[in-house]
């Protein structure tokens, strides 16, 4: 029932103006991020922004728009939802690559972790830092689906989940190029196939 110690203002901002119809922008009275230092700007005034990347403050402002105060609710429970199938990729991560049921360790140690660490990401912060991993976890997950049969077909799978990792959390930009090079040496780098 306490709101308040819950940080990640900057998507939190965005996303009360998308809520509000005032589109992807903040609103005037957190201007301090722009470059003149103004102390005070008209509170009714919004400014467009690139601040953050997009998918998580319109997932933010779907929850607030259709659920009003229980979309925080709604979102924090999203993030450990999050967490578990992030737990779960990785254990069918694991198993796809190393052929056992080591993934066991790894899913278990992440949701142990949870408990001292974790749980303030996922439960105190509107962050998008969950689901970027769940994100992440997914994209090596598929990118080693890809890398079993290469298709254009899984190749596109690949690269609209890259995408979407992107816009969620733009760490994931690290992951594009890493995928992109264990295509072309692992398929053969004069495959046609790989190329595409």
């Not at 467009?48 to 925080?72: C, D, I, M, Q, S």
């Not at 796809?96 to 949870?114: C, D, R």
């Not at 830092?129 to 298709?151: H, R």
């Not at 690269?159 to 816009?167: E, H, K, N, R, T």
């Amino acid at each position: 029932d306490k709101w308040e110690p819950v940080i990640g203002y900057e998507y939190f901002w965005i996303a009360e103006s998308i809520a509000g119809g005032h589109g992807y922008s903040l609103p005037a009275n957190h201007r301090w991020y722009y470059y003149d230092f103004k102390s005070e700007y008209p509170a009714d005034q919004y400014y467009p922004t690139a601040l953050e990347e997009p998918v998580y403050p319109f997932l933010l402002a779907f929850a607030f728009k259709t659920l009003g105060e229980h979309g925080r609710l709604a979102i924090l429970l999203f993030n450990v939802a999050a967490l578990y199938i992030t737990s779960l990729v990785i254990y069918f991560l694991v198993r796809k690559i190393y052929g056992s049921h080591l993934g066991i360790i790894a899913s278990i140690a992440l949701l142990t972790w949870w408990w001292f660490d974790v749980s303030w990401i996922t439960l105190g912060v509107f962050s998008p830092a969950i689901i970027g991993g769940m994100n992440i976890a997914c994209s090596a997950y598929i990118l080693i689906w890809s890398l079993e049969n290469i298709s254009v077909k899984r190749g596109v799978i690949l690269g609209i989940m890259l995408a979407f990792s992107c816009l969620t959390l733009s760490a994931g930009l690290l992951f594009i190029p890493i995928a992109v090079l264990l295509t072309l040496i692992l398929k053969r780098p004069m495959k046609p196939l790989a190329w595409k």
